[in-house]
């Protein structure tokens, strides 16, 4: 095992690192103030890849390891989580589609997704499926050579500001078997947005509901084959677990910088507060837990490289430990800032309110333990432990 990072990480992590500061950092507090979506900021992600880091080579992407793809979000995240948050939901819809898509579908969607010329959303959730994502109730039927769709998506990031949309609707019975994927173009005629909502965090991406009215798709827009939706969906949330974890602990790490250096230089009681030995020691322990998240997440990120037939288990292990550990990080390190933690002259409670949905989406933190404890419980299961 080794875990110190290669000449080609070490690079990937350089390029990343420069992009956050020049690109994202400076800017992270007025987009999150404004809501702003900075779509140009994401083409110019593009530019270096990074709308395209685990798409295959062949198909225009990076063709990068999920664990590379880690160690640049990673990066990316320690500048503007949201908007690093958006990235990883693109590079899933990316992937899906190049991977999934038939030669036609490739041809028109792949290379403006990679390059960032389009933008895309991943639609799954719906308001009455939400972590059981089998009972989705968006149909697709199928008139002729083309899917007709109707239904609702709701909290889709996003929706009413991209171009793409990757939705999984039932074009059979019921529960997953009957759960197919479509790439749908976000203006069809039949597609409405709802309004963009106001929410705690997460502000310079928009969420939206879509409503589908008798959206008519070409058949050839199916992903993989039909019935295989929701297997398809399962396996963008593994490497989205990844993603997410990661963002959180880029949003820590950068979190815990700030509060170092703010203990650093803040004095009460005629001492730095980095000579107060109850600081010192919370400050360790934000370390240890967050290095000991970050392998954890590069534990499992490398076990679905690999194809490990525990990649699932490994993949929710680290997502529930990470983002509950960036949070609590966030939390702490806003705490060492005292007031000025709490105000927004400091980024602290930025990290805080985006590191939050983290332990909600891609399935809640619930749901992770759920999906270790039936792996646990089942034969053959020794290999976790």
Not at 369 to 383: D, H, K, N, P, Q
Request: proline letters at 2%; aromatic letters at 8%.
């Amino acid at each position: 095992m080794d875990f110190e990072l290669n000449e080609d990480q070490v690079a990937f992590a350089d390029m990343a690192r420069a992009f956050a500061g020049n690109e994202l950092a400076p800017h992270a507090a007025e987009w999150d103030q404004q809501a702003h979506f900075p779509v140009e900021v994401l083409k110019k992600a593009g530019e270096l890849g990074f709308c395209g880091l685990y798409t295959a080579e062949e198909h225009g992407g990076m063709g990068l390891s999920r664990l590379d793809a880690h160690i640049i979000f990673e990066q990316l995240a320690m500048g503007c989580t949201s908007t690093t948050a958006y990235l990883t939901i693109h590079n899933m819809v990316t992937w899906m589609v190049a991977t999934f898509g038939n030669d036609g579908v490739r041809d028109r969607y792949a290379g403006a997704l990679v390059s960032g010329d389009k933008l895309g959303s991943y639609c799954l959730t719906e308001p009455n499926a939400g972590s059981d994502a089998a009972s989705l109730k968006t149909s697709a039927r199928l008139d002729g050579d083309h899917y007709v769709v109707n239904g609702s998506k709701c909290f889709i990031s996003g929706a009413g500001s991209t171009d793409v949309l990757v939705v999984m609707a039932r074009t059979g019975g019921e529960g997953a078997a009957g759960i197919s994927a479509l790439v749908i173009d976000a203006d069809s005629d039949g597609i409405s947005y709802g309004r963009k909502e106001d929410k705690l965090g997460w502000n310079c991406q928009p969420t939206r509901m879509i409503t589908f009215d008798n959206v008519r798709v070409p058949a050839g827009n199916l992903l993989a084959q039909e019935g295989e939706g929701f297997r398809l969906a399962m396996k963008g949330l593994d490497g989205g677990r990844i993603n997410i974890a990661t963002c959180s602990l880029g949003t820590a790490q950068q979190a815990l910088n700030e509060a170092r250096d703010y203990m650093l230089e803040r004095r009460q009681f005629g001492k730095r507060l980095a000579d107060f030995q109850a600081l010192q020691f919370k400050l360790a322990d934000m370390a240890t837990e967050l290095v000991a998240a970050r392998q954890l997440v590069r534990l499992a990120a490398s076990k679905l490289d690999s194809g490990h037939s525990d990649a699932t288990a490994y993949c929710a292990m680290a997502k529930r430990f990470a983002t509950d550990v960036g949070y609590r990080v966030c939390d702490e390190a806003l705490q060492l800032f005292g007031g000025n933690g709490y105000i927004k002259e400091y980024p602290l409670e930025r990290y805080l309110r985006d590191s939050r949905v983290h332990r909600i989406l891609e399935g809640t933190n619930e749901v992770m333990r759920l999906i270790v404890s039936r792996r646990l419980l089942t034969e053959g299961a020794a290999e976790l432990l």
